[in-house]
């Protein structure tokens, strides 16, 4: 096993420092490591106080994410900082870069902590469904407080430096060389013969209240919708009023609870997930890291509308310089406005300072001749969804870059097989679906068609990462992977029950109960029946569907009840407000549509609203995957949480089927099947797997495909 912590001398002080890249996560080989090393100097006279930092980046991203589901072998993190906490000489913690999760853990059991004024500190365990388990929820009440300390485990974010001195987290904060500074810190300390100060034999200064209780949650209420680690959570800082003993081993208990969890295997799930749709897999693999793709500093995006304006302001964001180009005057000027009306906004809800907004604004130069491209690392097109505008655009681009430079296409509906056509280097073009806002928005589709290099693939993973979105690789087809399950799955149901007889308040709010953050009416009313109506338009240029796809939003569009913009939709919105009233007038105009077509209404329950909404987006789901659009189940539960809004702790739609069981999942497709005709014909895949007693997890591992 490599060293993944190294030891030296320096003058009085024991120096250990974890060298486990990437993200120095607390695995076995660490703990092994700080176990030896604490053992060597003890032995050890010279040595009068010991420094715990990082040999990388990061002082360390928490216990090994990986080791969880296995068992993690001797010293346990929990043994480790006992270790530390009864050692007979000081042991202090040099936090620089991230100590999240067990690495801000190990930290709190040493008895001095002193951090870099760039470090982060956080406890993001909630985040993955789980509580501190190593303690986190006994030691950090103990350092700052039990309500400061629910505040900071419930919101999984870390905070800064100077903010955990405040807190009382960390006892020092330097600038410039952290090993150098923390040496220091230990020299002095035993210059002043200032020995350990174990976290454990503190007190915990309040307790929590039923009232402060209910304001943490409060708080957090938006991002711990439907979830229930919280209240673990509370429970196991409740317990750090107890003798420390006492209280840790109930932690334990609770950690161990909150491990098992489905919350907590679900969020799993999409953490690697997440992490792993960045790769390709399979037989012509190749991993973006590994493939050279040339540095991207300079960024022009053709076309100054919404989508063109959003995309810059994301380069823009991540530091690159970006020109936006439009030969319409008009449209740059707008443009221009976007991007100021865009950074007034984040300055105005505080997410950034005038002064770096003005610093991003400069990055954006608009221009109006496609000559001024040609310098550019790579070019995106993003002018108006017409087939054949993009092609003239790509032709042009085409001739005017050299060979090697990616040219990337931002559509939601058309063909980049054919938009790639027509250039003569097909191989790289790609398309970069961008949701909206841009600029905001997590996901990233990448669009590869036949021709894509593995080069061109692997620079569009770079931008992915370089804007810190999520990207997931599908192929070419009908509505890629999100809006062809979208449309044919999930939001195609929904429009159904409206026919038979739900309300759109009903299914919406029956959805939102579910755990989507908005239901498919409202949804629709925000960002505009007309949107859907015209992107409905162009795919059926690729592939029809038969009646009653969608009358309801279309003839909302063809009456201008165009969502909140307009103030009607599916539903009205009063005097400018975001607040959805139901319409008699929709209602009329649904009972109408379904009449003329021999539907007969009746009472719709929540339970079947749910269940054929998700089945349906589930089938599909597992189309796309047969089909060979996503490689996995994985990356469509990455679509779905990142740019969707399904619920990230039920894991995605795919690990949700597999947590009902496919036999289950199958038995209620063909119910519908039966019931509702043939475009809820089940898919080969859901069908094949269910008769082995299989799994999409099972599938993704054996036979996913690039
Ligand atoms: N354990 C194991 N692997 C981890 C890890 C962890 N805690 N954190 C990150 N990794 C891995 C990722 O899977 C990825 O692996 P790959 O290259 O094979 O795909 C690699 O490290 C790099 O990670 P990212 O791609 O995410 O790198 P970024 O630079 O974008 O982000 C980060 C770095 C902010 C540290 C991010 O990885 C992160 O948020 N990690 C998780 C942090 C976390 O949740 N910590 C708490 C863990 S639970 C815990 O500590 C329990 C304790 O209470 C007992």
Redesign the pocket.
């Known amino acids: 096993m490599a060293r993944a912590v190294t030891f030296d001398e320096r003058g009085p002080v024991g120096l250990m420092g974890i060298d486990n890249p ?2 120095n ?3 076995h080989s660490v703990r092994c490591g700080l176990h030896d090393a604490m053992a060597q100097a003890a032995k050890n006279p010279r040595i009068k106080a010991l420094l715990i930092t990082s040999d990388g980046k ?1 002082f360390s ?7 969880f589901d296995r068992p993690q072998g001797e010293p346990s ?1 929990q043994q480790v900082q006992t270790a530390i906490e009864f050692s007979s000489i000081p042991i202090v913690a040099a936090i620089g870069g ?1 100590a ?4 801000l ?1 190990l930290a709190m059991a040493c008895h001095y902590r002193v951090a870099h004024k760039d470090a982060k500190l956080g ?3 909630i ?2 469904g ?5 303690g ?1 929820t006994q030691r950090l009440p103990r350092l700052i407080g039990a309500g400061a300390a629910l505040n900071m485990i419930l919101s999984g974010t870390p905070i800064s430096a100077l903010e955990a001195k405040d807190k009382g987290l960390v006892d020092d904060v330097v600038e410039g060389d952290l090993r150098h500074a923390a040496l220091s810190f230990c020299e002095r300390l035993v210059q002043e013969g200032r020995g350990p100060r174990p976290t454990c034999n503190r007190s915990v200064s309040d307790s929590l209240d039923e009232a402060e209780i209910a304001s943490a949650l409060l708080a957090h209420a938006r991002a711990l919708k439907g979830r229930s680690t919280q209240q673990l959570v509370i429970e196991a800082i409740k317990a750090s009023r107890l003798p420390f003993a006492q209280g840790i081993a109930i932690e334990a208990s609770i ?1 161990q609870k909150s491990l098992a969890s489905r919350e907590s295997l679900a969020l799993r799930h999409v ?2 997930a997440e ?2 749709s ?2 390709l897999s399979g037989a012509s693999t190749i991993h973006n ?1 590994r493939t050279q793709t040339p540095a991207i500093q300079r960024v022009a995006v053709i076309g100054a509308g919404t989508m063109g304006s959003g995309i810059a302001v994301a380069f823009a964001d991540a530091a690159l310089d970006v020109m936006i180009n439009d030969n319409d005057p008009a449209s740059l000027t707008r443009s221009r406005e976007v991007v100021s009306s865009t950074y007034a906004s984040s300055v105005r809800r505080g997410r950034i300072a005038q002064s770096v907004a003005d610093e991003r604004i400069r990055r954006i130069r608009h221009a109006h001749t496609l000559a001024e491209v040609a310098d550019a690392d790579l070019v995106i097109e993003a002018v108006f969804e017409d087939v054949e505008t993009k092609k003239d655009v790509l032709t042009r681009l085409d001739s005017a870059l050299p060979a090697e430079r990616v040219i990337a296409t931002n559509t939601s509906t058309l063909s980049v097989t054919e938009l790639a056509r027509a250039t003569a280097h097909p191989e790289r073009v790609l398309g970069l679906h961008f949701f909206v806002p841009a600029h905001a928005s997590r996901l990233l589709e990448i669009v590869r068609t036949e021709h894509t290099s593995p080069e061109s693939l692997a620079t569009a993973f770079r931008i992915a ?1 370089l804007l ?1 979105k999520v990207a997931v690789v599908s192929r070419d087809a009908f509505g890629f992977i999100g809006n062809r399950m979208m449309l044919d799955g999930y939001f195609r149901e929904a429009e159904q029950l409206l026919l038979e007889g739900a309300t759109p308040a009903q299914v919406d709010t029956a959805l939102e109960n579910f755990g989507f953050a908005m239901g498919p009416q409202r949804v629709s009313d925000l960002g505009g029946n007309d949107v859907g109506t015209k992107a409905r338009a162009q795919l059926f240029k690729r592939d029809s569907r038969p009646d009653p796809y969608f009358v309801i939003a279309d003839r909302l569009t063809e009456m201008g009840r165009l969502g909140q913009k307009t103030g009607r939709g599916f539903y009205t919105y009063e005097n400018g407000s975001r607040e959805a009233v139901s319409d008699p007038e929709v209602h009329n105009l649904i009972e109408k549509l379904a009449s003329d077509r021999g539907i007969r209404r009746r009472e719709i329950n929540d339970e079947e609203i749910i269940e054929r909404c998700i089945l349906s987006l589930v089938n599909v789901g597992a189309m796309v995957l047969e089909e060979g659009t996503a490689a996995r189940a994985a990356d469509v539960d990455v679509v779905w949480t990142s740019g969707y809004g399904f619920p990230r702790h039920l894991g995605g739609p795919m690990f949700y089927a597999d947590t009902l069981g496919l036999s289950h999942v199958l038995e209620g497709i063909r119910h519908y099947h039966e019931k509702l005709g043939h475009y809820w014909r089940p898919a080969r895949l859901i069908e094949r797997l269910a008769s082995s007693g299989s799994s999409f997890e099972a599938w993704d591992r054996t036979s996913a495909s690039p």
């Open positions: 990437p993200v996560a607390i695995s990061q991203a928490g216990a090994d994410i990986t080791e993190l991230l999240l999760g067990g690495g853990e406890m993001p365990e985040t993955l789980i509580i501190p388990g190593a986190g950690a953490f690697f992490r792993e960045g790769k890291k990462k810190k």
